[in-house]
């Protein structure tokens, strides 16, 4: 209630009742990225998006994922292997 931003989520639940989540809006896309393997071949604004999601996680993303078959899951990082 005070206004400070925190980035965590609060332990109590009387904190989390007065907290006011923070959005962030990007420009979306419309292009058909179903048979995307790399980054690369993402459009602008979806490499983008991911881009932001490591940023706010603060980890490296190192997978991606364009539609619900297990071969749309892309691997960046083999982190299982490594």
């Known amino acids: 209630s005070d206004g400070t931003r925190i980035d965590h989520y609060p332990a109590s639940l009387q904190q989390l009742a007065e907290c ?3 959005y962030e ?3 979306g896309w419309s292009e058909d990225i179903t048979a995307c393997k790399t980054l690369e ?3 602008a604004n979806a490499r983008q ?3 932001r999601v490591s940023e706010l996680v603060g ?7 364009v539609g ?3 071969t749309q899951t892309n691997i960046l990082e083999d982190i299982w292997n490594s």
Do not use: Q
């Not at 980890?59 to 994922?65: D, R, W």
């Open 20 to 22: 006011t989540p923070v």
């Open 25 to 27: 809006e990007l420009p």
């Open 41 to 43: 071949e993402l459009p």
């Open 49 to 51: 998006y991911v881009k």
């Open 59 to 65: 980890v490296n993303i190192a997978t991606f994922s």
């Open 68 to 70: 619900p078959d297990r």
